[in-house]
């Protein structure tokens, strides 16, 4: 057992290695060194970095590490995210019984047998952004032009959101996940954020819609405060998360032209290609923040109460234990039909993404579709000129020039 603060400064954005699509080599040493190791965060503040699978699980599902950013100790990767978690936080930043109570108000729209309802409005979706795309002409940015809209359409009609907003929606998300938004610019975008949410949910109530937003403004038991938190991180987190892994798989799949033959071949392999793509891709990438409230044996070290840890999904989606076993391709290679059902890319316990059935749903089609209804599909840079989002919460590529 060992509380050794001598902790390595944790730098942010974490420099990538080679390959754009392995974990920062930073974290990869981390997990190389053991499965909690202590890191400085760049406020100089001390934390455990966890790295390995089975410690990221328990962090994620053991009461004894909050969520709530209030507590002292909490780790802040950023003096943006701080801003960001204090005030008028959302469910995400709240242990039970609060986090649940807010998470059940909007647990059934996630449930898989409504989205599974939803497919065909998704498929269409899709389809029409690709025509609009092709109609064009034979070359496009994907990002702005496909993995952007499709899942800003799709959570604009799932929360009654006008898609007419999209520009203001999708620049001030990018502001609250951006690593280097100062702390005021945080504020404004949330701010902004915030008041034409609660805005749009006081029209809601007086002429309520078939949406979460009309059926949250609704009910008498839930604050504006709490139905303005609650829409920003669903809008938020509705969109950027499946952009950028659409944009990402697509990336990934186009440097595999046989994996990607396979999957045209085999449409039935998606399902499994878009989990390992999850895993291999593992878009929330810096880590995901708690405190210990109390003391724990963490992977034979003591976290003492007070102390911030960072569940590091990236490392612990390539950890060799799991994935990569004898048989199996390594751990760090992307293989379409590897069985990569055990992945963290939607987090673990009681705040494992509440999107996750919308996000395969989402995933699976767009990805499907734009395999077959564009076979000579192409990135028309070099990949070194491919500029990667190692600057903000969720990984990501800002733009993707490609032909057709
Ligand atoms: C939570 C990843 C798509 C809504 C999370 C968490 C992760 C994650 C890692 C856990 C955060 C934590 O424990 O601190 C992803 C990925 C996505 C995705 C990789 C896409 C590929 C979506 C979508 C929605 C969504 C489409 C729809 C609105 C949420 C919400 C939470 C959450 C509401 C908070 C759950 C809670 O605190 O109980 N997501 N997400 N996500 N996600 Fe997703």
């Known amino acids: 057992m060992t509380t050794t603060p001598t902790a390595p400064a944790l730098a942010l954005p974490a420099a990538h290695g080679s390959c754009p699509f392995d974990p920062p080599p930073a974290y990869d040493q981390a997990a190389r060194q053991g499965a909690v190791t202590p890191a400085e965060l760049p406020d100089g503040e001390f934390c455990w970095l966890v790295t390995g699978h089975q410690e990221v699980r328990t ?10 950013a209030r507590h002292p100790g909490f780790p802040f990767l950023t003096p943006g995210r701080r801003a960001l978690a204090v005030t008028n936080p959302s469910f995400i930043r709240m242990d039970d019984p609060q986090h649940a109570r807010l998470r059940r108000m909007v647990t059934k729209d996630f449930l898989v047998h ?40 799709v959570i604009c009609l799932l929360l009654g959101v006008p898609y007419e907003d999209h520009e203001l929606f999708q620049a001030q998300s990018r502001t609250l996940l951006d690593n280097r938004a100062t702390p005021a610019e945080v504020e404004a975008a949330q701010r902004g954020l915030t008041g034409y949410l609660t805005e749009l949910a006081a029209r809601k109530r007086s002429h309520p819609a078939d949406d979460m937003l009309s059926r949250l403004a609704t009910r008498e038991d839930v604050s504006p405060a709490e139905i303005a938190a609650t829409g920003l991180l669903l809008l938020v987190a509705g969109h950027e998360t499946t952009a950028n892994m659409t944009a990402l798989s697509t990336v990934a799949l186009l440097r595999r032209p046989e994996q990607t033959a396979r999957l ?40 003492r109460a007070g102390q911030g840890v960072l569940a590091m999904l990236s490392t612990a989606n390539r950890d060799e234990r799991l994935f990569g076993a004898a048989g199996e391709s390594a751990a760090d290679e992307l293989e379409v039909s590897r069985d990569a059902r055990r992945h963290l890319a939607f987090g673990f316990g009681v705040h494992q993404c509440l999107g996750q059935p919308l996000a395969r749903a989402e995933l699976q089609i767009a990805l499907e579709t734009l395999l077959r209804r564009l ?30």
């Open 375 to 404: 076979p000579g599909l192409r990135i028309t840079v070099p990949e070194d000129e491919l500029v990667f989002r190692g600057h903000s919460v969720v990984y990501g590529v800002d733009s993707l020039p490609v032909a057709w």
């Open 114 to 153: 409504r989205v599974d309802a939803m497919r065909p409005g998704i498929q269409r979706i899709v389809d029409e952004t690709i025509d609009r795309m092709t109609a064009a002409g034979t070359s496009a940015d994907l990002v702005t032009d496909f993995a952007l809209p499709v899942p800003s359409l």
């Open 59 to 68: 962090v994620l599902s053991d009461p004894r590490f909050s969520a709530d």
């Open 264 to 303: 045209r071949a085999d449409p039935e392999l998606l399902r499994g290609a878009v989990e390992e793509l999850l895993r291999y891709l593992t878009i929330v990438q810096s880590g995901l923040p708690r405190v210990a409230v109390e003391d724990v044996e963490l992977g034979g070290t003591l976290v």
